[in-house]
């Protein structure tokens, strides 16, 4: 919104830097971020108060997470309205790939508030049944992968790009939409299930959403994709700001969910992230990158996989408890040193999908 500012601008005095998405991008993360401190302990109270018991906790979960009982959930509503205000008031309104990312963000984010509602109101772990949170997923995620195609440029439409084969382009064709649809929603899936530990899942998602806000960058401008040899999606430049606010949320977040957590962000927030990590991927053309950048959640998600598909068959586990923070904590590791090893690979593989932008 406030990119209309630069209508005041002669081209040299301060309503100019309004033009520029980095100085926007700067602005939106300090709003999130400044929404987050002045929110989160109010917001803290309220759902302390209209909850009660807080979030129930699973009967047959690690024996430490009992101590965590009374703890309020759908933290994940601070992090949403810190992220929506800061878009919308950075971000220009005539992107649409803007609007997509948002458009799946505060779709699964109701999808996660149902979901927790439930969960609260009932006090048991159900909440809404898989089946019927899969299909509104799939809803959403097939809505979005029409959009961004749309907006793609026709040479990009339906197409797979390969990272570090820069020419490399694959034509999925028909196929392309249930890609996206598993990008997506298996986005939001792999980070609701990673998101068990104080901590854990909003520092990753934060670095994921950050690399992949720079890659959004990169390949929203001809200059730069020229230079790294990367295909070139116009308008997606300005998700960057999304992402930005997306990393003040998260940090406003993390300073009440730090170990010990005063507040769950709940499937309202992880459904969220998931989702939003999966349409930004889809936008900028790099699904394949978000495997590696979001390979923790990847990992978290396959763990799961692994450990029900191989009890089925053979009634052992493979893991002492999935997904795979458990059985960390099983084997008696600390969760603050889970937390922090985990944010730890996070970076490693941010960095790792990073190198594939000048990977010739």
């Given at each position: ?11 040299g005095d301060v309503w100019n830097l309004f033009r520029y998405i980095t100085f926007r991008a700067g602005g939106a993360f300090m709003t999130a971020l400044i929404f987050g401190f002045l ?89 809404v049944s898989g089946k019927m949170r899969l299909a509104l997923g799939i809803i959403i995620a097939v809505i979005a992968a029409l959009w961004a195609g749309y907006n793609h440029p026709a ?206």
């Amino acid at each position: 919104m406030l990119y209309w500012l630069t209508a005041l601008s002669d081209g040299g005095d301060v309503w100019n830097l309004f033009r520029y998405i980095t100085f926007r991008a700067g602005g939106a993360f300090m709003t999130a971020l400044i929404f987050g401190f002045l929110f989160g302990r109010p917001l803290i109270n309220v759902l302390r108060r209209k909850q009660g018991k807080g979030q129930p906790i699973r009967d047959d979960g690690p024996e430490g997470h009992f101590s965590k009982a009374g703890t309020p959930t759908m933290g994940g509503l601070l992090i949403v309205g810190a992220l929506l205000t800061s878009t919308l008031l950075w971000a220009r309104w005539d992107n649409p790939f803007v609007w997509m990312v948002l458009f799946v963000t505060l779709a699964y984010a109701l999808i996660g508030f149902a979901d927790d509602y439930a969960k609260v109101s009932k006090q048991n772990t159900k909440g809404v049944s898989g089946k019927m949170r899969l299909a509104l997923g799939i809803i959403i995620a097939v809505i979005a992968a029409l959009w961004a195609g749309y907006n793609h440029p026709a040479e990009l439409q339906n197409q797979l790009a390969l990272p570090v084969f820069k020419d490399t382009l694959i034509n999925l064709g028909l196929l392309y939409v249930p890609f996206a649809i598993c990008v997506i929603v298996g986005s939001a899936n792999a980070v609701n299930l990673t998101d068990g530990l104080d901590g854990l899942a909003i520092m990753p998602a934060m670095i994921a959403a950050s690399t992949l806000g720079v890659i959004a960058y990169a390949v929203g401008r001809v200059d730069f994709t020229e230079y790294l040899d990367v295909h070139y999606v116009p308008g997606t430049g300005e998700i960057l700001i999304f992402t930005a606010a997306l990393f003040g949320a998260g940090l406003g977040f993390l300073w009440y969910n730090a170990p010990p957590a005063a507040v769950f962000m709940g499937d309202t927030g992880s459904l969220a992230l998931g989702g939003a990590l999966g349409a930004i991927a889809v936008a900028t053309k790099h699904e394949l990158v978000l495997a590696i950048v979001g390979g923790l959640f990847v990992v978290e998600a396959l763990s799961v996989i692994i450990q029900v598909l191989y009890f089925k068959r053979t009634g052992k586990r493979v893991f002492l408890m999935a997904p795979i923070h458990h059985h960390y904590e099983k084997k008696g590791w600390a969760e603050p040193t889970i937390v922090i090893r985990f944010w730890i690979i996070s970076l490693i593989l941010a960095m790792i999908g990073l190198a594939t932008l000048k990977v010739r």
